[in-house]
C-alpha cells in the first residue's frame, strides 16, 4: 500500500529538518502544509525532499489538514499517517502504526498519550481527558486519547467525510464524521516528547471553539 506523512506546521523551522530526516527512514513521501510560517519552514523541508503546500497566510491546523489531505485524495496514496511539527511525536513510532493497521485493518489508528501522561502539563491533560470522555460518548466507542495529532487514517475515510472547521477542534471534527459512518476508530500508546515548545493552543478559545463543534456538528 502506498503511504504518505502529512504535516501541517506553521514556524516550524527549529524541529522541521530533523523531524523529516527520521520520518525517512521509514516512509519516503512526505507532505508539510506550511501554514503562513514567518521562519525558514518552507525552504528546510524542500531540502529534505518534502513536498510543501503553502498558506500565504495563517489559517489554523483544520486548514492545513483540508490543504494536505485534498492534494493526497489526488494522488494514488492508500494511508496517511499525520504528524505534528513541533518534535513532540516520535517518527520511530510510524512503523508501530503500520503494524497495527496491517494486523486489524483499523481504518482510524490514534495514537494515545494517556498511558504515560506524566510529562504532559497537568491543563493539557485535564483537558484532554475531559474531551476525550465526550468524544467517546458522541462516537459511541472509546477512545482515551481524542485530541492526540499522531494517527494513521485509511484513504477511504477521507473520501467519505467532509471537513468544515480549520483550527485544532478538526481533530474531534474527523472521530465524530467518521463514527457517523460506521468507522472503527483504534489506538495504540505511544511516547511523547515535552520540552518548552511553544503551543499555539489557546485553551480558552480552543475550548470555546470545541463547544461550538459539538452544538453545530449535528446540523452538518
Not at 505534528?84 to 494486523?103: K, L
Not at 494513521?152 to 473520501?159: A, D, H, P, T, Y
Not at 480549520?166 to 511523547?192: C, H, M, Q, W
Not at 520540552?195 to 478559545?205: A, G, R, T
Request: charged content about 25%; proline content about 4%.
Amino acid at each position: 500500500m502506498n503511504k504518505v506523512v502529512l504535516i501541517p506546521v506553521y514556524n516550524g523551522g527549529d524541529h522541521i529538518k530533523s523531524l523529516l530526516k527520521k520520518i525517512k527512514n521509514y516512509i519516503d513521501d512526505i507532505v508539510v502544509v506550511d501554514d503562513g510560517s514567518t521562519d525558514n519552514t518552507t525552504e528546510l523541508a524542500k531540502e529534505e525532499g518534502a513536498i510543501v503546500l503553502s498558506h500565504k497566510t495563517n489559517k489554523g491546523k483544520g486548514a492545513s489538514l483540508h490543504t494536505g489531505i485534498e492534494y493526497i485524495l489526488d494522488k494514488n496514496y492508500d494511508l496517511i499517517i499525520i504528524m505534528d511539527a513541533d518534535g513532540q511525536h516520535n517518527p520511530d513510532e510510524i512503523p508501530r502504526f503500520i503494524q497495527h493497521y496491517q494486523q486489524t485493518n483499523s481504518p482510524i489508528i490514534l495514537g494515545n498519550r494517556m498511558k504515560n501522561p506524566t510529562s504532559m502539563p497537568w491543563i493539557r491533560k485535564a483537558t484532554n481527558r475531559i474531551m476525550s470522555i465526550i468524544i467517546s460518548k458522541m462516537c459511541g466507542q472509546f477512545i482515551p486519547d481524542s485530541q492526540c495529532g499522531y494517527k494513521l487514517i485509511e484513504r477511504k475515510v477521507f473520501e467519505k467525510i467532509k471537513l468544515y472547521y480549520t483550527n485544532y477542534e478538526v481533530e474531534s471534527e474527523i472521530l465524530i464524521r467518521a463514527a457517523r459512518y460506521g468507522f472503527k476508530i483504534d489506538s495504540i500508546p505511544i511516547t511523547t516528547i515535552y520540552k518548552h515548545e511553544k503551543s499555539y493552543i489557546n485553551p480558552i478559545i480552543d475550548t470555546i471553539r470545541f463547544i461550538r463543534l459539538l452544538i453545530d456538528i449535528k446540523k452538518r
